[in-house]
């Protein structure tokens, strides 16, 4: 009868525990952006090569700057929103596993003495009890922790791909940083240059009204630019100091000594090239972009969440045990005759619960049709970012050209305004027009190549970080997490 009975406990078990599921099956949301890339030219060019998508193109093949790389390095091993990110993994992981536990029976060891009259004799004695106890556990027939297993599994990928969002994301601000401070130096090399030759303007001006062949207007006005490039230069020196700062915060420790250097050296003209990468098409982010994937599987773990509140509505049934010995001498406790074990099943069947088990399935549903929400805007914000990349590629190449010819320009209309203010054919106002023209230039050809710098960073970021085979991206879907 014992064995009869503890076999077929486990084989109701067993049938049990292979229930059914209440997920709703999970259709992908339609991506609810155009076929094509607006500021793509053409859809054949916004195509990528089979070369192209054949190898993942990480950070460290795409920025291919020395220097560059040596600071994305350090900021990789030492920044803290990225150690907070690694460190949510390790939580969500543990969360999954926590959840997970629930499926399998659980095992605890029970000892107990107590003291008190017997029911039968009244005379005073003792009880000890020493065994091991299944506590209740839940028979999974209508996939109620199944469906939160995969509801916390589901969050569990999307924490992974908010760490590979941020990772992707501080790399592309640490470029974004150094190509900025790299500029800053240049602006403050042009405005110190710039001051010089107007102080040195300002001195020969003195020396013209001393000797009265200028008048006060033209040393005012030679004064009025010498004070514009310092405030410029003063501007210049505090916008350096902050770019410096917000980058180091982003590097999680000082400048090195390299990169300090390299600032002396380096300008945006002589910095490597970054690699090309082809733009594809907007159904490839839904594979390549880390935000993207974050959002789909939040979709997924809310859809899971479904299944488990309509399995709240059905019973549950949960089996107990105990095993151990029972004696009124301690000394007898483990002898032979004083073990034995008992069984048994319950059933909580919910007749009413003043509606609480519908509102939690509103409310499951509402989370869902909140997370399709969600994943369709990360969608659409994807599609705009590439778009503006592209828009900025194909435009800020023109942009650059004719602004360094402008500046070519501008440069010799300040040269012969120069020589006809010595030779007194040109007025001094002639000079002075032609140098503020000269310099705001110069400043904006500076500004127009970090631009341009920065888009192609801003493509790699939007493309999800180059092209990545989804064996390379998804690492831990290929390996979930164990415990």
């Not at 920025?63 to 990225?82: P, V």
């Not at 403050?188 to 303007?201: F, I």
Request: hydrophobic share 45%.
């Amino acid at each position: 009868m014992t064995n009869h009975f503890v076999l077929t406990t486990l084989a109701a078990a067993s049938t049990l525990l292979a229930g059914c599921s209440l997920i709703p099956a999970y259709e992908r949301p339609a991506a609810p952006v155009a076929p094509h890339y607006a500021g793509a030219a053409d859809a054949a060019a916004a195509k990528p090569s089979e070369s192209a998508t054949a190898v993942a193109l990480q950070w460290s093949r795409y920025f291919t700057d020395a220097q560059l790389q040596e600071l994305i390095g350090i900021a990789l091993a030492n920044n803290r929103d990225l150690r907070v990110a690694a460190l949510n993994l390790d939580k969500a992981q543990a969360q999954f596993q926590i959840q997970r536990s629930a499926l399998a029976p659980q095992l605890a060891a029970q000892g107990s003495a107590t003291r008190g009259n017997n029911q039968n004799t009244g005379e005073l004695g003792n009880t000890f009890i020493a065994g091991v106890t299944v506590p209740a556990w839940e028979l999974d027939f209508f996939g109620r922790i199944r469906s939160l297993k995969s509801a916390a599994l589901a969050q569990y990928f999307a924490t992974d791909e908010a760490r590979q969002a941020y990772e992707l994301a501080l790399v592309a601000s640490v470029a974004q940083g150094w190509l900025t401070l790299l500029a800053d130096e240049e602006l403050l090399e042009l405005s110190s240059r710039t001051l010089a030759t107007r102080q040195e303007s300002m001195r020969l001006t003195q020396l013209r009204f001393d000797t009265g062949i200028s008048s006060e207007l033209d040393l005012r006005q030679a004064q009025s630019l010498v004070e514009a490039a310092r405030v410029t230069t003063a501007q210049q020196k505090r916008q350096r100091a902050e770019h410096e700062n917000a980058l180091v915060l982003l590097l999680g420790q000082e400048l090195p000594a390299s990169a300090r250097s390299a600032l002396q050296t380096t300008r945006l003209a002589t910095i490597a090239p970054m690699a090309d990468i082809p733009a594809g098409l907007p159904s490839d982010l839904l594979t390549h972009r880390p935000d993207i994937r974050q959002a789909e599987q939040q979709l997924l773990s809310a859809n899971a969440n479904i299944g488990a509140a309509r399995a709240a509505f059905f019973p549950s049934i949960s089996l107990t045990g105990q095993y151990g010995s029972v004696s009124p001498e301690l000394s007898d406790l483990f002898k032979s005759g004083t073990w034995g074990f008992n069984a048994g099943a319950s059933i909580n069947l919910p007749i009413f619960t003043a509606g609480r088990n519908l509102a939690n399935l509103r409310v499951a549903k509402a989370d869902r049709e909140i997370a399709v929400a969600q994943y369709e805007k990360a969608i659409q914000v994807g599609f705009k970012e590439v778009s503006d990349a592209l828009a900025g590629r194909s435009t800020l190449g023109e942009q650059a050209q004719a602004q360094a010819a402008q500046t070519a320009a501008e440069r010799r209309r300040f040269e012969l305004a120069d020589l006809r203010y010595r030779n007194g054919v040109a007025s001094y106002l002639d000079l002075l027009d032609a140098q503020r023209a000269l310099f705001a230039l110069e400043q904006a050809d500076v500004q127009t190549r970090l631009l341009q710098q920065i888009n192609q960073i801003q493509l790699y970021k939007a493309l999800g970080g180059g092209w990545n085979t989804p064996s390379t991206a998804h690492p831990s879907r290929n390996h979930p997490p164990q415990g």
